[in-house]
């Protein structure tokens, strides 16, 4: 399946009645399966739900846990990185050379590792007291 068009697929299923800043997320995991989220809003911010995080969910919901690849799209007039807490929580799935693909709905495209999207990754390391 083609990750571009899973993430502007359920881009458009996003529900964004505040922003109105649709948001689609797909990724594929290691097993090749690909997962697909949107960003969730609630009236009560911060408390909605970014399309990565919900790939993320679901990902790990269908026994899925090691991210391969990843795309996010939005409508936004240059491709836009995943928030702070979602870079985080794609570190947390994936190796540091894993593609991450940021996409406009009008085809402009920004290629990142995850290394680069993140640098200075908090990881389970800084937590080894031993």
Do not use: W
């Not at 949107?38 to 026994?63: D, F, K, L, Q, R």
């Not at 690849?69 to 007039?77: K, T």
């Amino acid at each position: 399946m083609n990750l571009l068009e899973a993430a502007a697929d359920v881009r458009l299923r996003a529900y964004a009645p505040y922003s109105r800043f649709k948001v689609g997320a797909a990724l594929r995991a290691t097993s090749g399966a690909v997962h697909v989220g949107c960003n969730v809003e609630n009236v009560a911010y911060p408390e909605g739900t970014c399309a990565e995080a919900g790939a993320i969910a679901a990902m790990i919901a269908s026994g899925d846990t090691r991210i391969a690849e990843v795309f996010v799209i939005a409508d936004s007039p240059a491709p836009v990185p995943p928030c702070g807490g979602c870079r985080q929580k794609i570190a947390e799935f994936a190796d540091l050379d894993v593609k991450v693909t940021l996409c406009t709905t009008e085809g402009l495209q920004k290629v990142m590792t995850v290394a680069e999207l993140l640098p200075g990754l908090f990881t389970a390391a800084h937590m080894d007291r031993t």
